[in-house]
């Protein structure tokens, strides 16, 4: 049974009260109409408890907004949501996907993720294409999803806020992945709940990378705010040749900065008896957190990036399939996905809002009890990083 304006309410009690569920909760479909963001279908959640967030159709149903009883959790960069038609994957040497990039939760892959890389084409068996020139973080961020359905399901007196859409990434010659996505919140509740399926449509014999780049803002982002997770290691910094310069350590972050060059780890990460990992980032001065539940065995790597400049203040959370080394070295250590025709990957998430001290308290001693994160600022780095198994 939901639980709605401090008390538990039944289906019968909720629709005596109002002619139309949307009064409380509900998804609604819509479009933007000015700007960068004008033509984008978008589905807005709002599960009555507070919690509110938006669905962008035509940017792989990722998450764009999100906010709790009317305070900010995702980033706003000054990219803005832009409509997928004004994208240009090849443009500026493979970083104009950084132009499209903003949000709660980016999408990257769905053959590539990280920095750009010619990849070998000789698995698609034609002369011309030699080459797959591969952008930052792959291409499936910008591809306009299928929307399959949404809505509001109820089973007896518990109600599901759910949508549904297919992302097809193909070409002549080369791949054809579908990324299928459903997401899901109950009513009254303050998880979102996200399941993809990566299947292969294709008959290539075709690689397979994937990550999520989800991005807390401000004011849960703001000096003070710490990063919780169960960090077995501290594995790489992509600023080890001056670590402690810009004074910016992995684990309590400052108020946005002047000239700030972006920092990112990557943390070997231990999973609970599940083999779910939690990771957060929460603001004590707020009472306010967010909270990201992965499977190491779907995504065994982890990083975490700290873009704290000012005017594009954000610390990311991204889970991945493989190390921050990039393709090139996935390929030679053998563990790149390869996916046949009708091989299907999946990935299963939970983002969770912490919304009081309790809530954080809890999460907090829920990390600790998988792993204990150093108590440093600036932990050595181990370099170590582990074979990941069981890749075809």
């Given at each position: 049974m939901p639980r709605l304006y401090n008390k538990d309410i039944s289906r019968a009690e909720l629709e005596a009260a109002s002619g139309?569920?949307?009064?409380?909760?509900g998804v609604r479909l819509m479009t933007l109409g000015d700007g960068l963001e004008r033509g984008v279908r978008m589905l807005e959640f709002r599960t009555g408890s507070g919690l509110r967030f938006s669905?962008?159709?035509?940017?792989?149903?990722?998450?764009?907004?999100?906010?709790?009883?009317?305070?900010?959790?995702?980033?706003?960069?000054p990219a803005g949501f832009r409509n997928p038609g004004l994208h240009d994957y090849e443009g500026e040497g493979g970083l104009g996907w950084l132009r499209s990039f903003s949000g709660l939760m980016v999408t990257c892959g769905l053959d590539h993720i990280l920095f750009m890389y010619d990849a070998p084409a000789d698995n698609y068996f034609y002369g011309p294409r030699r080459k797959v020139s591969q952008s930052i973080h792959g291409r499936v961020g910008t591809i306009p999803a299928r929307l399959t359905g949404y809505g509001e399901s109820w089973d007896g007196d518990?109600?599901?806020?759910?949508?549904?859409?297919?992302v097809s990434q193909g070409t002549v010659f080369g791949e054809h992945l579908e990324l299928h996505r459903r997401i899901e919140v109950d009513l009254g509740g303050n998880d979102i709940r996200l399941t993809d399926r990566v299947?292969?449509?294709?008959?290539?014999?075709?690689?397979?990378?994937?990550?999520?780049?989800?991005?807390?803002?401000?004011?849960?982002?703001?000096?003070?705010?710490?990063?919780?997770?169960?960090?077995?290691?501290?594995?790489w910094a992509a600023h080890e040749g001056s670590y402690q310069a810009q004074g910016v350590g992995y684990r309590r972050l400052p108020g946005p900065r002047m000239d700030f060059r972006e920092q990112v780890w990557q943390h070997e990460l231990?999973?609970?008896?599940?083999?779910?990992?939690?990771?957060?980032?929460?603001?004590?001065?707020?009472?306010?957190?967010?909270?990201?539940?992965?499977?190491?065995?779907?995504f065994p790597c982890q990083y975490e990036w700290q873009n704290l400049q000012s005017g594009q203040y954000a610390l990311?959370?991204?889970?991945?399939?493989?190390?921050?080394?990039?393709?090139?070295?996935?390929?030679?250590?053998?563990e790149l996905i390869w996916l046949n025709h009708g091989d299907t990957r999946r990935y299963d998430t939970v983002f969770s809002v912490l919304t009081d001290a309790d809530a954080i308290a809890a999460a907090e001693a829920r990390i600790r009890g998988v792993a204990t994160q150093p108590d440093m600022d600036y932990p050595p780095l181990s370099g170590v990083f582990r074979p990941i198994g069981g890749r075809q």
């Open positions: 139309a569920l949307q009064h409380a909760a669905v962008l159709i035509d940017r792989a149903m990722d998450i764009a907004d999100c906010d709790y009883r009317g305070v900010a959790i995702g980033w706003h960069s518990q109600c599901v806020l759910w949508a549904e859409g297919v299947v292969n449509r294709g008959f290539y014999r075709t690689p397979h990378m994937f990550c999520y780049h989800i991005n807390v803002g401000h004011p849960v982002l703001e000096a003070g705010a710490r990063y919780l997770a169960p960090i077995a290691d501290v594995v231990a999973a609970d008896s599940k083999g779910e990992v939690p990771v957060a980032l929460v603001n004590d001065r707020l009472g306010l957190g967010f909270m990201v539940t992965t499977r190491k065995d779907q990311g959370i991204e889970p991945s399939t493989n190390h921050v080394l990039g393709q090139g070295e996935a390929r030679a250590r053998g």
